[in-house]
């Protein structure tokens, strides 16, 4: 499967955050999206998700146009965003369960309970969403979203709140996910976390996608300073530019 | 169609889980609606004809004005948990949510109407148990669920989405609030009867009218 987003412009009002953006997703691929702080990475998972309309360019899937007033194109897609979805007065169990129903399918006992040992919680009470820990949030999160067994993840900063144990399961997750040809999208700033499972790092700057490093067992120090270089050099074209 | 109504099933199972496990909206309801029947107890004498005569305007002002804290939390509530998003990936129609939403409005206000006609009885010392005023009442509701759950979904993007959602939906409600006022007098009172029939035509034509637009529009309303 191909996922892709061709001349993607973004604007809120006349903030332009995204501009003539490409960008090629292939099954079995980690991307890892990097950038700074208000670069664009949230709204283009968004827009890939379709909770956002883009501008204007267009997001296909094979080749065809996604049309994400779809159901069948909305299920595709396996997504995290800041927020958890998760119903804080319903238990870890309760909340997949409504979400497997939702999507339209049957989760039997023995699926939910593999699901949740799958994210580490295999042993916690029965207790309302609201009583656990942030990163068990986050896990119960990641188990919500693999629930369907979505052909592309897009995942906006899935580490946060997970604890090492924590981030070294999600490691576990997204290799199992790519051996299984899952397309995952990554956005996070934990790049010693990614770097051991990411196929190559994206790096958005300034609305567009200005490099694409393949991790050919890249070092993090290495990651750093071609993440540095792009970030640094082209705010210094930028700055002589305008001088 | 079965899976649509199966979704919505689950969507309305959801929210009165929640709300029985938090007891957030019911109680605000619930407590606004007593008060403002003493209230206006204590602030009104009334002869036995008056009253006759203002109770359903009185009861019906009650239950929209404790129904509108309800409303205001329908989709407050998903937005505040960041639920909302999920919801939208997950359900096979978006319309769906509204349908969901709809119904659990209305249910909420049919709990309203159960607590309130019984307390305005014992304290007005006059009995309201009529069926055909109880389903004047639901019929209200149904029409104040459609408006209203469809604007609390506008207006739960904005700022000052509580303040905005009444200013919005009472002059939408004006069909419905004439149409329960004048029936339900009707009833009461004994009076007026030939003219009774075309308020609830009326009211049906809005409550079905109101329900299709909105289950039309509301995948608009809330895309960005």
Same mark, same amino acid.
């Given at each position: 499967?191909? &996922?892709?987003?061709?001349?993607?412009?973004?604007?809120?009002?006349?903030?332009?955050?995204?501009?003539?953006? !490409?960008?090629?997703?292939?099954?079995?691929?980690?991307?890892?999206?990097?950038?700074?702080?208000?670069? =664009?990475?949230? $709204?283009?998972?968004?827009?890939?998700? =379709?909770? #956002?309309?883009?501008?204007?360019?267009?997001? $296909?899937?094979?080749?065809?146009?996604?049309? &994400?007033?779809?159901?069948?194109?909305?299920?595709?897609?396996?997504?995290?965003?800041?927020? $958890?979805? #998760?119903?804080?007065?319903?238990? =870890?169990?309760?909340?997949?369960?409504?979400?497997?129903?939702?999507?339209?399918?049957?989760?039997?006992?023995?699926?939910?309970?593999?699901?949740?040992?799958?994210?580490?919680?295999?042993?916690?009470?029965?207790?309302?969403?609201?009583?656990?820990? /942030?990163?068990?949030?986050?896990? #119960?999160?990641?188990?919500?979203?693999?629930?369907?067994?979505?052909?592309?993840?897009?995942? !906006?900063?899935?580490?946060?709140?997970? !604890?090492?144990?924590?981030?070294?399961?999600?490691?576990?997750?997204?290799?199992?996910?790519?051996?299984?040809?899952?397309?995952?999208?990554?956005? $996070?700033?934990?790049?010693? &976390?990614?770097?051991?499972?990411?196929?190559? &790092?994206?790096?958005?700057?300034?609305?567009?996608?200005?490099?694409?490093?393949?991790?050919?067992?890249?070092?993090?120090?290495?990651?750093?300073?071609?993440?540095?270089?792009?970030?640094?050099? /082209?705010?210094?074209?930028?700055?002589?530019?305008?001088? | 169609?079965?899976?649509w109504l199966g979704t919505a099933w689950v969507l309305v199972w959801k929210d009165l889980v929640q709300e029985w496990r938090s007891r957030d909206v019911l109680t605000s309801m619930f407590s606004f609606a007593v008060l403002s029947l003493f209230i206006f107890n204590y602030a009104l004498e009334l002869s036995p004809i008056d009253r006759a005569e203002i109770a359903p305007g009185l009861i019906w002002v009650v239950m929209v004005f404790a129904g509108t804290l309800g409303l205001n939390r329908s989709f407050a509530a998903e937005q505040d948990q960041g639920s909302f998003e999920g919801l939208m990936m997950a359900v096979p129609e978006l319309s769906v949510i509204y349908l969901a939403k709809m119904i659990t409005n209305?249910?909420?206000?049919?709990?309203?109407?159960?607590?309130?006609?019984?307390?305005?009885?014992?304290?007005?010392?006059?009995?309201?148990?009529?069926? *055909?005023?109880?389903?004047?009442?639901?019929?209200?509701?149904?029409?104040?669920?459609?408006?209203?759950?469809?604007?609390?979904?506008?207006? %739960?993007?904005? *700022?000052? *989405?509580?303040?905005?959602?009444?200013?919005?939906?009472?002059?939408?409600?004006?069909? %419905?609030?004439?149409?329960?006022?004048?029936?339900?007098?009707?009833?009461?009172?004994?009076?007026?009867?030939?003219?009774?029939?075309?308020?609830?035509?009326?009211?049906?034509?809005?409550?079905?009218?109101?329900?299709?637009?909105?289950?039309?529009?509301?995948?608009?309303?809330? *895309?960005?």
């Open positions: 499967m191909k &996922f892709e987003a061709k001349q993607l412009c973004k604007s809120y009002g006349p903030q332009r955050v995204l501009l003539n953006l !490409d960008l090629s997703l292939q099954s079995g691929e980690v991307v890892c999206l990097l950038g700074q702080n208000g670069a =664009g990475k949230s $709204t283009l998972i968004r827009l890939l998700s =379709g909770l #956002l309309k883009p501008t204007s360019g267009e997001i $296909t899937m094979d080749g065809m146009l996604a049309d &994400f007033s779809e159901a069948e194109v909305r299920r595709k897609i396996g997504l995290i965003l800041h927020q $958890t979805f #998760l119903y804080e007065q319903l238990t =870890g169990a309760e909340n997949l369960q409504l979400y497997a129903r939702l999507y339209g399918t049957k989760l039997a006992e023995g699926d939910l309970k593999q699901l949740m040992a799958r994210v580490g919680l295999g042993k916690v009470r029965p207790v309302p969403v609201r009583s656990y820990s /942030r990163g068990m949030k986050q896990r #119960l999160t990641i188990a919500r979203a693999l629930l369907n067994n979505p052909q592309i993840l897009l995942l !906006d900063e899935p580490y946060t709140g997970l !604890d090492q144990q924590g981030s070294a399961m999600l490691n576990q997750l997204l290799a199992e996910e790519q051996e299984n040809q899952r397309i995952i999208l990554v956005t $996070t700033h934990e790049l010693s &976390f990614i770097r051991q499972v990411a196929s190559r &790092f994206a790096i958005l700057h300034r609305g567009r996608i200005a490099e694409s490093i393949p991790n050919a067992n890249l070092s993090l120090d290495e990651l750093q300073e071609r993440y540095n270089a792009v970030v640094n050099y /082209r705010a210094k074209v930028q700055v002589e530019a305008v001088s | 169609m079965k899976t209305l249910l909420m206000m049919f709990g309203l109407a159960i607590l309130v006609i019984p307390i305005y009885s014992l304290l007005y010392n006059q009995s309201l148990f009529d069926l *055909r005023f109880f389903g004047i009442l639901m019929l209200g509701a149904w029409g104040y669920s459609a408006a209203g759950t469809l604007i609390s979904s506008m207006t %739960v993007q904005t *700022r000052m *989405r509580d303040l905005l959602l009444p200013v919005l939906l009472f002059p939408l409600l004006l069909p %419905v609030n004439m149409a329960v006022v004048k029936s339900g007098s009707a009833i009461i009172t004994v009076s007026a009867l030939p003219e009774f029939q075309s308020w609830i035509n009326l009211l049906l034509v809005y409550d079905v009218i109101m329900t299709v637009v909105s289950l039309m529009v509301f995948e608009y309303v809330i *895309r960005e």
